[in-house]
Nanobody, 123 residues
Framework: QLQLVESGGGLVQTGGSLRLSCAAS????????IGWFRQAPGKEREGVSC????????YYIDSVKGRFTISRDNAKNTVYLQMNTLQPEDTGVYYC????????????????WGQGTQVTVSS
C-alpha cells in the first residue's frame, strides 16, 4: 500500500512552534520531491514548502520564509516541516505530497497525498 501519513499538528498560541512529520509507506521518499500544502477554511489549498529529491533544494512561499524549515530524514523515510513563530494566518489543514523530480507549484503533478493534519494557531 502506497501512502503518506502526516502527524504533529495541534493547537498552539501565536508565536509557538510545531513540527509536522510526513512518513512514507510503500515507497522511498528519497526518490521524490516532497511538498507541504495547507488549506484554511474558505480558501483554496496552497503550496507552502517543498524539498527536492536530488540536491535537496528547498522552497517556501513568502509568508513563511524565515519561520518554516523543511527537511528530510531518509533513514526514517520521513520529511519534516518545522514551523516557528506561528501566526493565526498559518491555521489550516496541512498535507504532504510526493512527486517525481523537481518541486513545482502545480498540485496536479503530485502523485501521493497524505490525509492531512490540523494546525490551529490561536490569537
Amino acid at each position: 500500500q502506497l501512502q503518506l501519513v502526516e502527524s504533529g499538528g495541534g493547537l498552539v498560541q501565536t508565536g509557538g512552534s510545531l513540527r509536522l512529520s510526513c512518513a512514507a509507506s510503500g515507497f522511498t521518499l528519497d526518490y521524490y520531491a516532497i511538498g507541504w500544502f495547507r488549506q484554511a477554511p474558505g480558501k483554496e489549498r496552497e503550496g507552502v514548502s517543498c524539498i527536492s529529491n536530488s540536491d535537496g533544494s528547498t522552497y517556501y512561499i513568502d509568508s513563511v520564509k524565515g519561520r518554516f524549515t523543511i527537511s528530510r530524514d531518509n533513514a526514517k523515510n520521513t520529511v519534516y516541516l518545522q514551523m516557528n513563530t506561528l501566526q493565526p494566518e498559518d491555521t489550516g489543514v496541512y498535507y504532504c505530497a510526493a512527486k517525481g523530480r523537481r518541486c513545482t507549484e502545480n498540485q496536479s503533478t503530485y502523485v501521493f497525498w497524505g490525509q492531512g493534519t490540523q494546525v490551529t494557531v490561536s490569537s
